[in-house]
């Protein structure tokens, strides 16, 4: 039994990072309130059902690798393992729209990259000592954009460094940060194979994050209210002592404790004198309804070309695009046509666009540079009962589905902690 005597937490926001505070403190027999602004938790991570196309879509497609433990904890914690799939190994496919190569980067188990002496198994044109800059950039901890430590040029940037972590850091690489890059290189190509499989949402990513974890809290008595959007906070000196929502008033008592666990801009506009992000990219991802080609991986690469990754659904060929800013303000149909002419050529598929929908994400993540990095903030604020959790707080990590977690346990370990103190 579930009792507010011994204080409530009341957790801001239903996104991952939410979630995940949830989940981490579920065991802990507190009462727990979440309180989501919008009707469907997931935040930026979310599935539905796309009328004009009649498919079942995600908001943006989200990789894990096997590399993500908290992740891959979280998702094993809420029962959806089966939800994740993946090809077994650490295998790359990649196309070159330019040259129309195409070649699959297989890394091995080990940590010591063997792989890269074998030419069947590296990316193409490219030797073993192109290789090494990677090596440098993962033990790089001064937060300098990664142009100024970096060459980013050649083969290896161009078909490994450049689309791994555009993908990851969502920027130019030449822009982003050579502190995260670093950290993204050290957890998952640093540590081989293993680290580096990666896994996809069969059947979407709210069937494997999102609604199994709020099915977990519910059946654990923790409530989970939607469309409470916080409006406000009060303070006194050292803590929380209310949280104004739209439908109503929560005066805090002495020993509640709040998780705030949303947007960076969000926070900005609801805690006083907060250093956050400021600044943010985009990410366009498009859906088209279509039977994939046999012969088309699950996930594809694409050098020098419009698309950047392309993902097989069954019923659905989906593409994703980083760093999107230009194309924000292109027409629909004109988009769609620029992406499907990149698909048609890869697939052999007619070149006439199929139903499609196009997904723009303005704000998608904070942008991964030095200076936005030195924004973020620590968990811990200056009120004893207040903390924060997002991909945007300073996780190490660049604005990622692992860093949204880790933020979230970190913040239910400083909630659990405030708990005992004021017990």
Known sequence: ????????????GAGLAGLAAAVALAGTHRAIVVHE????????????????????????????????????????????ERELEGPGRAEFPFVNMASKERWTLRFGDSRIPWWVFDRGRRVPHSKPADYLPAARLAWSFADRPMGAILDCAGPVYEGLIKPFLLAALNIDPREGSARLAGAVIRESLARGGKACVPLLARDGI?????????????????????QEELTAMSFSARSVSQLDFTTRPVPLAGNDVVILAVPAYAAAALVPGLSAPTAFRGIVNAHFRIDPPADLPPMLGVVNGTCEWIFAHAGRISVTISDAQRFFDMP??????????????????????????????????FAATPEQNALRPLAETAWDNLFLAGDWTATALPATLEGAIRSGNRAADLAAQRLRTVA
């Open 37 to 80: 602004a919008n009707a469907q938790a997931g935040g930026r991570c979310r599935s539905y059902h796309d009328q004009s196309t009649g498919m079942l879509i995600d908001n943006g497609t989200h990789l894990l690798l096997s590399a993500n433990t908290a992740a891959l904890t979280f998702v094993k914690t809420i029962g959806a």
């Open 332 to 365: 629909r149909a004109e988009l769609a046509s620029i992406i499907w002419r990149d698909v048609a050529a890869i697939t052999d598929l007619p070149v006439t666009v199929p139903p499609c929908q196009i997904v723009r994400e303005r704000r998608a993540t």
């Open 206 to 226: 709210g069937n494997a994050l999102v609604e199994p974890a709020v099915r977990y809290l519910r059946e654990r008595g923790i409530t989970v209210s939607m």
């Open 1 to 12: 039994m579930r009792s507010p005597d011994r204080g409530t937490v009341h957790v801001i």
